[in-house]
């Protein structure tokens, strides 16, 4: 019996920055073998982004490099010398998966594209995962997911006004993008069981953003209305945002709210103590033909309160509510706690740091962050002469020709 889901499956990992590795770190996180192929001529980006440890910047030292790539093993090959490439080759017969996040036109350029790597290995699974797919006017238009999340839409919706946009925070496709391409290689790995063979996955970013916004397009197409900035308001629930509640030791507490009927309102209002109100609120069409009115009652009488306390009393009683948590709050949150949600790994240069942990738990076999993120090259030496058999004079004239650096 398998320990983990994917225990025999192997991977080579040529993603960088987010959406590629986050992918192939689902398939590490439970039992695949992944080897991540990086250059030192070329970094990943995400290397030298913080935070780093002791805030120093350096290759080795970025947390947020180290979070997306658990479980995985690192070699270096300068691939653009024939070597880098040859020795590639040689690894591919061990792999099940390759995984890119390239503009197109480079491993075609290569010529490691999957037309020729399915000629030397025909049953293989590729993934590649770039800004806006492989065919199209667009293809080689590089990027990163703040600027998707431009392209797909989203900062057009997240604001106040037309004049007021507040893009959502951080490279927001790339935290979507993942879900869609685990998705489609463990379909692949399906397909390959039963049929014995492999197939290529042209994971658009773009396209997969947009399934985020199916609600707002889908009106469009059935009514022609273009949704635009509404703040934190909601076209169903009013009131709808983020109030901010009584200070605590001398910080900002904001709460969450969601009032989805008549009742919870005037739940809501019992919690608080039945505060006068407008008569103009009893209804929830009149809520929402005054709510510029009915967030300042709110802001007022909120303002009184703790947000952890009406929390916990508005959600007993049916009211959707919670705290506005900063990063402090959720490493103390005690659900994560209980889910068992940080875990700390001893990485090689940081040391004992935090990892988040999986955001599922399979029941017969739970994955785990069975290793902390390699550093650049760290298994340079293991790959090479433990999975490929070459000399320590073979890779020391690979490390002296700079082809392994």
Same mark, same amino acid.
């Given at each position: 019996?398998?320990?983990y889901?994917? /225990?025999?499956?192997?991977?080579? =990992?040529?993603?960088w920055y987010?959406?590629?590795?986050?992918?192939?770190k689902?398939? +590490? =996180?439970?039992?695949a073998?992944?080897?991540?192929?990086?250059?030192?001529?070329?970094? /990943?980006g995400l290397?030298m982004?913080?935070?780093?440890?002791?805030?120093?910047?350096?290759?080795?030292?970025s947390?947020?490099?180290a979070?997306?790539?658990?479980?995985?093993k690192?070699i270096?090959l300068d691939?653009?010398?024939p070597?880098?490439?040859e020795?590639?080759?040689? %690894?591919?017969?061990?792999?099940?998966?390759v995984?890119?996040?390239?503009?197109?036109?480079?491993?075609r350029?290569?010529?490691?594209?999957?037309?020729h790597?399915r000629?030397i290995?025909?049953d293989?699974?590729?993934?590649s995962?770039?800004? #806006?797919?492989?065919t199209?006017p667009?293809?080689?238009?590089?990027?990163?997911?703040?600027l998707? +999340?431009a392209l797909a839409?989203?900062?057009?919706?997240?604001g106040?006004?037309e004049?007021?946009?507040c &893009?959502p925070?951080?490279?927001?496709?790339?935290?979507?993008a993942?879900?869609?391409?685990?998705?489609a290689?463990?379909?692949?790995?399906?397909?390959?069981r039963?049929t014995?063979?492999?197939?290529?996955?042209?994971m658009a #970013?773009y396209?997969?953003a947009?399934?985020?916004l +199916?609600p707002?397009l889908i009106d469009?197409?059935?009514?022609?209305?273009?949704l635009g900035p509404l703040? !934190?308001r909601?076209?169903?629930? +009013?009131?709808h945002?983020?109030?901010r509640?009584?200070?605590?030791d001398?910080?900002?507490?904001?709460l969450?709210?969601?009032?989805?009927?008549?009742?919870?309102w005037?739940?809501?209002?019992?919690?608080l103590?039945?505060p006068?109100? /407008?008569?103009?609120? /009893?209804?929830?069409?009149?809520?929402m033909q !005054?709510?510029?009115? @009915? =967030?300042s009652?709110?802001?007022?009488? @909120?303002? #009184?309160h703790r947000?952890?306390?009406?929390t916990?009393?508005l959600?007993a009683?049916?009211v959707?509510?919670?705290p506005?948590q900063?990063?402090?709050d959720?490493?103390d949150d005690e !659900?994560?706690?209980a889910f068992e949600?940080?875990?700390w790994? =001893?990485?090689?240069?940081m040391?004992?740091s935090?990892?988040?942990?999986?955001?599922?738990?399979?029941?017969?076999? &739970?994955?785990?962050l069975?290793?902390?993120?390699?550093?650049?090259?760290?298994h340079?030496?293991?790959i %090479?002469?433990? %999975?490929l058999?070459?000399s320590?004079?073979e890779?020391?004239?690979?490390?002296?020709e700079?082809v392994?650096f």
């Open positions: 019996m398998r320990k889901a994917f /225990d025999g499956i192997h991977v080579l =990992d040529f993603t987010a959406v590629g590795p986050v992918t192939t689902y398939l +590490a =996180d439970n039992g073998e992944v080897i991540r192929i990086e250059s030192s001529t070329r970094l /990943d290397r982004a913080p935070p780093w440890k002791d805030a120093k910047p350096g290759i080795n030292n947390q947020f490099f979070s997306y790539n658990t479980s995985k690192g270096t691939m653009s010398k070597k880098a490439r020795i590639f080759l040689k %690894l591919l017969p061990w792999a099940d998966i995984a890119e996040s390239f503009t197109p036109k480079t491993l350029q290569w010529e490691l594209d999957y037309e790597l000629a290995k025909p293989l699974i590729m993934l995962t770039c800004m #806006q797919g492989q199209g667009h293809r080689d238009y590089p990027g990163f997911g703040n998707m +999340a839409g989203f900062y057009y919706l997240a106040y006004s004049s007021e946009l &893009p925070y951080g490279a927001y496709t790339d935290f979507i993942p879900r869609f391409s685990a998705c290689l463990i379909a692949a790995l399906d397909y390959r039963r014995g063979k492999g197939q290529y996955i042209d #970013q396209e997969a947009l399934h985020n +199916a707002a469009y197409f059935s009514s022609g209305r273009v703040g !934190n909601s076209a169903r629930f +009013a009131p945002g983020a109030y509640c009584a200070d605590e001398g910080h900002e507490r904001w969450a709210l969601a009032v989805a009927s008549d009742h919870e005037q739940e809501m209002l019992k919690v103590g039945n006068p109100t /407008d008569c103009r609120f /009893d209804t929830m069409l009149g809520r !005054n709510r510029e009115a @009915l =967030d009652f709110l802001a007022q009488v @909120l303002r #009184q947000a952890d306390r009406l916990a009393t959600q009683v049916g959707s509510a919670y506005v900063n990063c402090l959720l490493h !659900n994560l706690q949600y940080w875990h790994l =001893d990485h090689s240069v040391g004992p935090p990892y988040e942990g999986l955001q599922h738990r399979l029941s017969r076999t &739970p994955g785990h069975r290793s902390p993120a390699p550093a650049l090259g760290q340079n030496d293991e %090479l002469g433990g %999975l058999k070459m320590s004079a890779i020391e004239q690979l490390k002296q700079k392994v």
